[in-house]
């Protein structure tokens, strides 16, 4: 059973601030406008994730914080209810991104650090790193260029070992997570 407890306007409709719980379990503290949640608010839900910042028309829109059950984290923009704009998601492994997001995909300039201590800076695309960057290994080496579905190569590269050994030029199906490569 839902219920409400708060300010309502005079169509008895929800309006300023209140606190309502949803039948499915969901708690929702924060403001009201003509039954919409709208400016700032908190979400709670039953799986133990929540949600705290900007609502627009019972969406999550403006700036918040959307901490998800297995760890994972995310802080930044939000329109219509995805990550939207700037924003940065921790990962239950350790990983972190900071960057753009579209419609809650990495997409635009981000930076990416695994737990491993790998790091890429350059263009997403969906979620894929996509267009110009610079992934940096543990062991020293470094590869700067292009990359197309999280894979090096498709275009032009440099490519720098940790003993200062590098190649230059184009890079065909390099694959990320290895050191293996072909060259043209």
């Known amino acids: 059973m839902s219920y409400y407890v708060g300010s309502r306007n005079e169509q008895n409709q929800k309006h300023g601030y209140g606190k309502y719980m949803f039948e ?39 700036k918040g914080k959307y901490h998800w059950n297995d760890g994972k984290e995310y802080d930044g923009d939000w329109l219509r209810g995805n990550q939207h704009g700037e ?8 990983d972190k991104y900071v960057g753009s997001w579209v419609n809650a995909n990495r997409n635009g300039y981000g930076y990416y650090v695994w737990g491993d201590l790998r790091t890429y ?15 940096t290994y543990p062991s020293g080496a470094h590869y700067t260029g292009s990359w197309k579905d999280s894979l090096r190569g498709g275009g032009n590269g440099i490519y720098t070992w940790p003993e200062g050994h590098t190649y230059s030029g184009r890079l065909i199906h390099l694959l990320t997570y290895s050191l293996t490569y072909s060259l043209i």
Do not use: A, C, H
């Not at 839900?45 to 403006?62: A, E, H, I, T």
């Not at 924003?87 to 350790?94: C, E, L, N, V």
């Open 24 to 62: 499915t379990g969901e708690l929702y503290v924060g403001n009201w406008v003509n039954d919409q949640q709208f400016g700032e608010g908190e979400m709670y839900y039953p799986s133990g994730s929540w949600y705290k910042g900007s609502f627009k028309n019972d969406l999550r829109d403006g």
């Open 87 to 94: 924003g940065s998601m921790i990962y239950p492994s350790g």
């Open 121 to 135: 800076s350059g263009t997403w695309v969906e979620g894929k790193q996509t267009g110009f960057g610079t992934m």
